[in-house]
């Protein structure tokens, strides 16, 4: 007899079957392991970095499930939760007060798609930040991508589904229907494709700049030997100075000398300071006889003053 657990799985997966939604499939990977599914899931509207994208996890349901959550992880970089790794969810093990056992996966992956993706990681356990840029870079290789586990590719999985929900009258419609119509089916054949041609024109592109033709080998040799014959001759040669005129050789002789460096002055020398013996000694000769007749003179004119005064005086 089955558990209520698996009861309970077999029950959602055939309501996902009958009842598809055009944004998420997701199915146990094998009939005999109920309990380990793989989904993969639309990105959110725009303008959300993940609009455009497809992101393929696994969701781990517990022996007591549903009285306990379920726990989600992605398998796809989206640049929003980190590859394989649990992620921290009101919906899944990690609350397991906020669980209620009404919800089921197709409650879990439409919340993941419409709340979780539109917000940030702020910390969450298996979250991660990321700018739009490389989100967006995510979201188009996402297109691509298969997972190794249960080898579906995520558009192949995809347009499966959106199949099926035209079966059903399910209607496809926005983003989802422009992904379903725009991109083909071969994404990875033709992305193999370009690899493939980058990697064969690669060498071909190294080998066609390096190669010299056979019949232009003489050809190249001569170019060789031009182009050393015009470097040669484009190196300058010495030549033998042109004469200048006289004139302009002045006028440069007056230029050097202006721009030569002015020698600084001598130190002035100051004469010792002499005698008025030493003066009187490099006086001229004519001048020390007449003073000496001078003074001579004034002499005798002192005595005879004198004598005539003592003569007048015994006069009397």
Same mark, same amino acid.
């Given at each position: ?86 992620? /921290? ?10 669980? %209620? ?35 967006? *870079? ?8 298969? /997972? ?22 399910? *209607? ?9 119509? /725009? ?6 054949? %033709? ?58 050789? %002045?006028?440069?002789?007056?230029? %050097? ?60």
């Amino acid at each position: 007899m089955s558990s209520p657990s698996t009861r309970r799985l077999l029950k959602e997966s055939t309501d996902l079957h009958k009842n598809p939604s055009p944004y998420f499939t997701a199915a146990p990977i094998s009939d005999t392991n109920l309990h380990d599914w793989h989904f993969t899931l639309a990105g959110p509207p725009s303008p959300s970095p993940y609009a455009q994208g497809l992101y393929h996890g696994r969701i781990t349901f517990p022996a007591t499930y549903p009285l306990r959550p379920p726990s989600f992880r992605f398998l796809t970089p989206s640049g929003r939760f980190e590859v394989n790794r649990e992620i /921290c969810l009101s919906i899944s093990g990690h609350h397991e007060e906020t669980w %209620q056992p009404a919800w089921g996966v197709r409650t879990a992956l439409l919340g993941i798609r419409s709340e979780i993706f539109g917000s940030e990681s702020q910390g969450q356990v298996g979250g991660m930040e990321g700018s739009d840029e490389l989100r967006r *870079e995510f979201a188009r290789l996402s297109l691509g991508w298969s /997972c190794r586990e249960c080898g579906v590719g995520n558009l192949e999985a995809m347009r499966e589904l959106w199949g099926v929900c035209r079966e059903r009258g399910v *209607e496809v419609e926005g983003e989802v229907a422009a992904l379903d119509g /725009c991109v083909g089916a071969g994404v990875e054949g %033709q992305r193999e494709t370009v690899e493939a041609g980058a990697e064969t024109d690669a060498p071909a592109a190294a080998s066609s700049r390096n190669a010299v033709p056979v019949g232009n080998e003489d050809q190249a040799r001569g170019e060789d030997a031009v182009e050393r014959t015009q470097a040669a001759e484009s190196v300058p040669t010495p030549s033998a100075p042109a004469p200048v005129p006289a004139g302009q050789v %002045q006028a440069q002789a007056q230029a %050097q000398a202006s721009l030569s460096p002015i020698p600084a002055p001598a130190a002035a020398v100051i004469p010792p300071r002499t005698s008025s013996s030493q003066k009187d000694s490099t006086e001229s000769p004519s001048e020390g006889v007449w003073l000496d007749r001078a003074i001579i003179g004034v002499l005798i004119a002192l005595v005879l003053l004198i004598l005539r005064r003592v003569a007048n005086v015994d006069d009397l």
